[in-house]
C-alpha cells in the first residue's frame, strides 16, 4: 500500500503541470486571452506586434513567465528579455514554439523555423533560463542550428509515451515528404531526427507561399495533420493531411490525403480526437469573389473515404472581409478561430459534436478593442480542460463521481450523476501515463452507476473522467491492487 501511495503523489504533480503552462495567451496585434477563471477574459496588454505565430508559456500555477513572436521574447512585465531579441521575422512565421526541458524548472527552449522556406533562417533553438534576473529570466544561448535542412514553417510539439519528454516535429520543404521528430529530454534536444518519408512530396510554389500554414497533434498524441497555404495560381499547391503518430518512437505513418479547401492554414482537433478542423486564409493570387471558410472533418473511422465523405462547411466569408488563421484548442475544451482584421475571435464551442451542431460563432470573443491578425498560442495541448458547466450542481451532489471500493481487486461500481439538460455525456477511463483506456457513453440523467470489470488492468493508479457535452467536470483517482 505504501508503494502505491508513492507513485500517487508523483503522478499528481506532473498532471498539474501539464494543465496550467498555457492558460494565458498573448498573439497577434497586441492581443491576449487568460484561461485562469475557464471563461476567457481580453488581455490588451501584450508587446507582440507580429501577424502570424506566437507561444505563450505560465507556471504551474497559470501566472505568466513568458512569451514570443520569434523575433523577440518579453518577459512577464512585458518587456524585452535580457538578450531576447531573436530571429528577424517580423512575426510571419506560421508557428513558433515554446518547449519546457523535461525535468527542469527554469529551462525552456524557444523553437523558431524558416520564412516561407527560403531565405538565410534554419531551424534554430533559443534557450532560456528562469532563474536569472530576479525570476524575470533571460536568453542564455540562441540562434542555434538544428538543422541546415530547407523546412517548412509548421512545427507542433507532444508528450512523448513516457509521459515525461517530448517530441516536436517539422516537415522539410523543396519536394521532400521527409517529416523531422526530434526528441526533447532532460540532456536537451537530440541532435538526429527521427525521419519519417510518409505522405505528398510538397513541391515549392511563388515565394514559398505554401511553406505556411499549420502542423497539429491531436491532444492524445496518436494523431497529426499538416496542410499548406496554396495559392490561387498554382492548383498543385495546396495540401492537406493526416497521419498517425507513435508517441513511443517519433515515427509518422498512414498518410491519409483529405479533400481540402485551397489556401488552407489553421488546423486543430478536438478534445476527444475524432474530429478535425480547418481555416483557410486566401492570401495570394485569389479572386476577389472567393471565400475563406471553416470545416470540419470526423476523423474517427481513421479510413480515408469515410473521413471524406463527412466533411462539413461550418462558416464561409469573403475574402475581402477577413482571412481565417490559426485554430486553436483552448483550455476550456473549445476551439479558438484567429480572424484577421477582426476585433473577435471566432468560437467553436462544442468541438465534439459533428457537424453544424459544434456550434461555431463568429463574435465569440471581443478583444477588447484589439484587432486580430493570423496568429494565436502555439503549445503542448491539454488532455483535460477545465469548465464553468453545473458548478453548483455538482457542489450539491456529493456522489457526483466516485468509485467503490477504492483499492479495488476484481471489479469497481462508479457512481455518477448528469445534469438534465445534458446533450451527451461520457466516463473516459485513463492508465497513469495519461492514455485513454476506455470509454462509456452515459445514456440516462441523474444519479446512476456503472460497473467495470477488472479482469484486463494491471495492477495500478487509474483516473476516470466525466465529461458532458464536451467539458471534463470532474475527475477522480481509482487504485487496483491485488
Keep these: 500500500m505504501k ?48 501577424l502570424e505565430g506566437s507561444s505563450t508559456i505560465c507556471d504551474t500555477l497559470g501566472q505568466l513567465l513568458f512569451y514570443t513572436n520569434s523575433d523577440t521574447v518579453w518577459n512577464k512585465n512585458h518587456v524585452a528579455m535580457s538578450n531576447g531579441n ?52 533571460g536568453v542564455v544561448n540562441k540562434n542555434n542550428t538544428i538543422t541546415t535542412t530547407t523546412i517548412t514553417e509548421q512545427m507542433a510539439a507532444t508528450y512523448h509515451h513516457n509521459g515525461v519528454d517530448i517530441w516536436f516535429v517539422v516537415h522539410e520543404y523543396n519536394g521532400s515528404n ?19 518519408s510518409v505522405g505528398p512530396n510538397i513541391l515549392p510554389c511563388s515565394s514559398g507561399f505554401n511553406a505556411r500554414g499549420e ?28 497521419f498517425d503518430f507513435d508517441n513511443n518512437t517519433g515515427i509518422i ?11 488552407g492554414y ?39 473515404l469515410i473521413i471524406s465523405s463527412t466533411k462539413t462547411i461550418l462558416y464561409s466569408i469573403p475574402i475581402t472581409a477577413y482571412a481565417f488563421g490559426t485554430l486553436t484548442l483552448g483550455p476550456d475544451g473549445k476551439v479558438y478561430v484567429a480572424q484577421s482584421n477582426s476585433n473577435y475571435l471566432g468560437v467553436i464551442n462544442s468541438p465534439n459534436v459533428g457537424g453544424t451542431g459544434c456550434n461555431f460563432n463568429s463574435n465569440g470573443i471581443y478583444l477588447g478593442g484589439q484587432t486580430m491578425g493570423e496568429g494565436l498560442n ?8 477545465c469548465t464553468t458547466m453545473g458548478i453548483e450542481q455538482v457542489k450539491a451532489n456529493s456522489s457526483y463521481l466516485l468509485a467503490y471500493p477504492n483499492p479495488f481487486a476484481e471489479g469497481v461500481t462508479i457512481k455518477y450523476f448528469v445534469p438534465e439538460g445534458t446533450s451527451n455525456a461520457q466516463i473516459l477511463f485513463y492508465d497513469a501515463l495519461g492514455r485513454q483506456i476506455k470509454t462509456v457513453d ?39 491492487q491485488q
Design 86 to 137: 531573436l530571429v528577424a521575422s517580423n512575426g510571419t512565421i506560421s508557428q513558433v514554439l515554446i518547449i519546457p526541458q523535461p525535468s527542469s524548472q527554469n529551462i525552456f527552449y524557444i523553437i523558431t523555423s524558416q520564412i516561407q522556406g527560403q531565405g538565410t533562417l534554419t531551424l534554430q533553438y533559443h534557450t532560456i533560463n528562469m532563474s536569472l534576473n530576479s525570476g524575470l529570466g
Design 3 to 50: 508503494k502505491i501511495l508513492f507513485v500517487l503523489v508523483i503522478i499528481i504533480p506532473f498532471l498539474c503541470v501539464a494543465q496550467k503552462q498555457a492558460n494565458i495567451w498573448y498573439f497577434a496585434n497586441h492581443a491576449g486571452l487568460d484561461f485562469n477563471s475557464c471563461t476567457p477574459v481580453a488581455l490588451t496588454n501584450g508587446k507582440n506586434s507580429g
Design 378 to 385: 502555439n503549445y503542448i495541448l491539454y488532455q483535460n480542460y
Design 266 to 304: 489553421g488546423l486543430s482537433f478536438s478534445p476527444d480526437n475524432t474530429k478535425l478542423y480547418c481555416a483557410t486564409w486566401k492570401a495570394f493570387s485569389f479572386s476577389t469573389t472567393d471565400s475563406n471558410k471553416v470545416y470540419q472533418f470526423d476523423i474517427s473511422s481513421n479510413d480515408s
Design 442 to 480: 452515459i445514456i440516462t440523467k441523474g444519479a446512476g452507476s456503472l460497473n467495470v470489470y477488472a479482469n484486463d488492468l494491471t495492477n495500478g493508479i487509474y483516473s476516470y473522467t466525466l465529461v458532458i457535452d464536451g467539458r471534463i467536470i470532474d475527475t477522480k483517482k481509482m487504485v487496483k
Design 253 to 263: 505513418s498512414n498518410s491519409i490525403n483529405l479533400p481540402y479547401e485551397r489556401g
Design 178 to 196: 521527409n517529416f523531422l521528430s526530434y526528441l526533447v529530454t532532460s540532456s536537451g534536444i537530440s541532435s538526429s531526427p527521427v525521419v519519417s
Design 215 to 242: 502542423l497539429q497533434f491531436s491532444p492524445n498524441g496518436q494523431k497529426i495533420a499538416f496542410n499548406n497555404n496554396g495559392i490561387g495560381t498554382n492548383l498543385n499547391s495546396d495540401y492537406l493531411c493526416l
